[in-house]
C-alpha cells in the first residue's frame, strides 16, 4: 500500500507560478516512477509528466514543455512539479500517482498508475 498527499494548488492569475507537492507513505518510494495527471469536468485524466524512481528520467507533455518541471526527494518521499507561467488551460485538479509495475521506469500513459492521492485544484484566473 503507498498513501499519497498533493498539496499546493491554488487560485492564481496566468503567468504566475506554483510548486505542488506529492508526499508519500507505505513502501520504499524511491523504487517507484510517479507521475503527474489533471483532470477537468470535461477531460479524462491526462498525464502532465512521470519521474523514474531514481529522478534520472522524465517525461512531460507537451503542452507542459519548457514550463513544468518535476523532481522528487527521495529522502522526504515527496514528488514536486513546479509549474511556471501557468496558462488558463493548466486549470484542473491534479492528481499524484505511483506505478507499481514498471520498476521504477516511467511511464507515459495510465498503465500501472495502481495508487493515487486525492488531488490539489489549480485555478488559473484572470
Known amino acids: 500500500q503507498v498513501q499519497l498527499v498533493e498539496s499546493g494548488g491554488g487560485l492564481v492569475q496566468p503567468g504566475d507560478s506554483l510548486r505542488l507537492s506529492c508526499a508519500a507513505s507505505g513502501r520504499t518510494f524511491s523504487e517507484f516512477a510517479v507521475g503527474w495527471f489533471r483532470q477537468t469536468p470535461e477531460k479524462e485524466r491526462d498525464l502532465v509528466a512521470t519521474i523514474g524512481g531514481s529522478g534520472g528520467s522524465t517525461y512531460y507533455v507537451d503542452s507542459v514543455k519548457g514550463r513544468f518541471t518535476i523532481s522528487r526527494d527521495n529522502a522526504k518521499a515527496t514528488v514536486y512539479l513546479q509549474m511556471n507561467n501557468l496558462k488558463l488551460e493548466d486549470t484542473a485538479v491534479y492528481h499524484c500517482?505511483?506505478?507499481?509495475?514498471?520498476?521504477?521506469?516511467?511511464?507515459?500513459?495510465?498503465?500501472?498508475?495502481?495508487?493515487w492521492g486525492p488531488g490539489t485544484q489549480v485555478t488559473v484566473s484572470s
Open positions: 500517482a505511483v506505478n507499481v509495475e514498471s520498476n521504477g521506469v516511467p511511464v507515459v500513459g495510465s498503465w500501472g498508475y495502481d495508487y
